[in-house]
């Protein structure tokens, strides 16, 4: 697990599901964002991320987080495209939005994915109030880790 303090570079994506408009990281300033990167074809994923995410989406709605599915496809691109995504969205019934991270131009690694340094799926992103990453992790992580950060930074500004 890595902390690291620093802005939160744009998201790169081809397209959204889940969601009537784009979203934006510099649009969701004033929120917690937390961004569950995974693939379809991926069992660390499907098992675990992305309950944790659902989890984290249904205890935390209305305070001020926001939680975005972003699909970075590294392998199998071509079982693994828009149309296959919507069925496993509905499928998973999952309810928050999701990006489809766009591809590299030059190779197979995404362009959000290669931004963030990631180096696999399921990682979890957190980004503050401020739009600074301060949790990028790879793998699972701990439920109760994952809900003490998100509440600290819920309270880190919050009047006393």
Known sequence: MSFLNK????????????????????????QVVVV?????????CVMHGTQQAKTIYENFAGKDVQVIGLHTVFEHH????????EVF???????FPVAIDKPSKSGTIPMT?????????????????AGSLVLSHFGQINDMQ????IGQLLMADAPR
Request: hydrophobic residues 40%; proline residues 9%; charged residues 25%.
């Open 36 to 44: 569950h990167t995974f693939q379809m074809l991926c069992p660390g």
């Open 89 to 95: 969205i509905h499928e998973f019934k999952i309810p």
């Open 78 to 85: 071509e079982v693994m495209d828009k149309k296959a995504l």
């Open 113 to 129: 994915m290669e931004k963030y340094q990631l180096r696999g799926t399921p990682s979890m992103l957190i980004i503050d109030k």
């Open 7 to 30: 802005k939160a570079p744009p998201l790169e994506v081809s397209d959204w599901l889940n969601t009537k408009t784009p979203l934006t990281l510099a649009e969701l300033k004033g």
């Open 146 to 149: 994952i809900g003490a950060i």
